[in-house]
């Protein structure tokens, strides 16, 4: 009998196999189709195949972007744009004939992290992703908050003037289409400060919405970041707290959502 955890991006798929729920088998990985249905098919067909015509308990597939109440469908997504409006759950469920738990993919890699990465140690962790987009999640002993739409702190508006949120002002797409070079291009320029100091301020501002032990930094742009940077910088314009949480950056790299998925199976046991 498998388990199975799931990690659909908008590049990228990765699934996994688990028997005992703390550690899986090697991964496979590959290009996640344009057309949901084709994707869907293929994720299916993959489990099928790994699961050698054994039971599969449980799937836990984390994917990007805001589902409904239910986290059965997914509403919105700017990088699956074909998957919105289709019932996910029910076609994974049909197909696999067991459970399948759909979850946000930033939050299983916040799990991740909180269970088996930077975070672990911490009782109260706050991930938060800066790639493509910007989001997060907050995770207390082990399980995120129970939550409607997901958590979405990159639509927190950090200019009320023009109303542009924190993914506007500095995310992976917002630092390309401004400078026409990949954010780790930039990285290595003179404008790399201005988009460490909005970055700042959006976790600035998530240390004092959900006030943690440890601030885990994650996603592909987390690799030209520095923790101490941004704890010097933070504590800069810090009014209220008497002292930051620790600063880190994520561990896990692309497996993250993989260990958020098992933490995710266990914590349901």
Not at 203 to 213: A, M, R, T, V, Y
Request: with cysteine; proline share 3%; aromatic share 8%.
């Amino acid at each position: 009998m498998y388990y199975f955890v799931c990690d659909i991006g908008g590049t990228k798929t990765r699934i996994a196999r688990t028997t005992d729920l703390e550690k899986f088998d090697e991964p496979i990985i590959f290009e996640t189709p344009g057309d949901a249905i084709t994707a869907l098919n293929l994720i299916g067909e993959n489990i099928l195949s790994v699961s050698e015509g054994q039971e599969i308990l449980a799937v836990c597939a984390g994917i990007a972007g805001v589902l409904d109440s239910a986290h059965s469908t997914l509403l919105k997504s700017f990088h699956l744009q074909s998957w919105q409006n289709l019932p996910i759950k029910e076609i994974l469920e049909t197909k696999l004939k067991t459970t399948v738990y759909l979850e946000n993919d930033t939050s299983i890699v916040g799990l991740g992290e909180a269970t088996a990465g930077a975070g672990r140690g911490f009782s109260n962790v706050v991930y938060i992703s800066i790639s493509t987009g910007i989001g997060g999640v907050n995770v207390i002993d082990g399980k995120y908050h129970e939550n409607k739409f997901g958590f979405e702190p990159g639509f927190q508006i950090l200019n009320h003037a023009t109303k542009e949120n924190f993914e506007d002002l500095a995310s992976g797409t917002f630092v390309q289409k401004k400078f026409g070079m990949h954010p780790k291009e930039v990285a290595q320029t003179e404008n790399w400060e201005p988009i460490v100091d909005v970055i700042a301020v959006g976790l600035h501002n998530s240390i004092l919405h959900w006030s943690p032990d440890v601030l885990v930094v994650g996603g592909s742009m987390s690799n030209d970041l520095k923790a101490d940077i941004l704890t010097e910088k933070i504590s800069a314009i810090m009014k209220i707290h008497p002292s930051l949480p620790v600063i880190k950056i994520a561990e896990l790299g692309s497996i993250g959502g993989l260990y958020g998925g098992l933490a995710f199976l266990k914590s349901l046991k």
